[in-house]
Each structure stands twice: as C-alpha cells, then as structure tokens.
C-alpha cells in the first residue's frame, strides 16, 4: 500500500466500484496487465484506487479492500482533514513567474495574520516560508517553522485566516485532534465550514 502526492499512471480499464462494509468505501478500480498485486492507493484528496492484475476474480478484490478497510478509513480521514488545493475556489493554477510575483505579498500577508492572531495564542514559532505547492495550502514542522502556499494571496480573507490559524494551531497541536479544532475554534468560530469550504470547494 502506497501513499502518493501525485497521480500515478496506470494504464488498463477503469470500473467504479463500491465496497459496502461498516463504513461503505468508495474506490476506483484499475485492471492493469502490468500489475501483479492488488494494490491499494489513497490521494490526498481522498481517492482511493485499487489496481489489480487483469485477470483477478471481483469477489478476490473486494475481499482485499474489506480487509484493509479499517486502514483506508484511517488514511482517509488523515488527509480529509489536511487543508488541499481545490480548483472549485477559482485558485489560478499559477506557474513559476505567479509564484515570483506574488511570493512577497503571500509573505507579508502571512506575518501580519500570524502576528494578530498570535497575540491570542502567544506560541513561538521560527522560520515562515512562502512555497509554491501543488497540492498543500500550507504546513507546520516540529521544528516549529510555518509554510505557506502562495496562492493564499488569492483566498478570500476568511479562508486566508482560517488557513493561518490552522498551521498556528500545529504549533501547539500536532494533529487533528479534538483538542486541536478546539483550539482552531478559540479564534475561528466557524472553522468547519471554511475546512470543508478549503476542502471541497464549496
Ligand atoms: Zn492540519
């Protein structure tokens, strides 16, 4: 089992298939003739593809995913809960020369909601970073640097805030706890809408 930042290629037929257990599991699944396991991928964006040889028996393949349901639900609902780049939002798919342009302002931006909002919190934190990421809206290192996607320059102020006060919270909680939302909520009175809002895109 694999966890991948970027689509794989796999080449063969694609069926969607649906397990039903305690907790139905919606996956893609990829016949492949170059395949030689059943394998199981979850994205961040929460997709999950199972390939399978060209020639494995449906009830092979939905016995496998039963078994690693409980793994694919954990895996799942880690990523759910990481902020990801959505195209629903209108966010510019950006190239090297946006990220140059924008990266100061991205930058100044950042500092000025972290220092505000961190006159709440009053952590420490170290080094902020302006990234130009594909997929991650921003992130918090043990060490305790932030780093943050350029694009933010492009998020309406509520998302941009909720976006900051969730790495600043990493300071202090490093993981989607309760505790952690808890303290998203200290300042973000409506952090699951604008979670899912930053999530799905709506
Ligand atoms: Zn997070």
């Known amino acids: 089992m694999t966890i991948l930042d970027s689509e794989p290629i796999i080449q063969g037929l694609e069926v969607n298939g649906t397990f039903h257990s305690t907790h139905p599991i919606n996956y893609v699944l990829k016949k492949s003739v170059r395949a030689r396991h059943i394998r199981i991928t979850v994205f961040r964006d929460g997709k999950v593809v199972v390939t399978a040889p060209l020639l494995t028996a449906r009830f092979l393949i939905e016995r496998f995913v039963s078994k690693k349901s409980s793994w694919i ?4 609902s880690e990523f759910a809960a990481r902020p990801i780049i959505q195209n629903p939002l209108g ?3 950006g190239n090297r020369r946006d990220f140059l342009k924008f990266k100061e302002q991205a930058r100044a931006l950042a500092h000025e909601r972290l220092e505000f ?3 709440h919190y009053t952590l ?3 080094r902020i970073s302006i990234k130009n990421q594909k997929t991650r809206w921003g992130s918090c290192s043990k060490r305790g640097n932030l780093s943050f996607n350029y694009r933010l ?3 309406s102020p509520e998302l941009r ?3 900051i006060v969730h790495e600043l919270c990493h300071l202090k909680e490093f993981n989607h706890s309760r505790k952690f939302w808890e303290l998203v909520g200290e300042v973000i009175l409506d952090y699951k809408k604008l979670s899912k809002t930053l999530r799905t895109g709506n």
């Open 73 to 76: 639900a954990k895996k799942v």
């Open 91 to 93: 966010i510019p798919k």
């Open 117 to 119: 909002f961190n006159r």
């Open 124 to 126: 420490e934190y170290k």
């Open 153 to 155: 320059v492009f998020l």
């Open 161 to 163: 805030d909720y976006l």
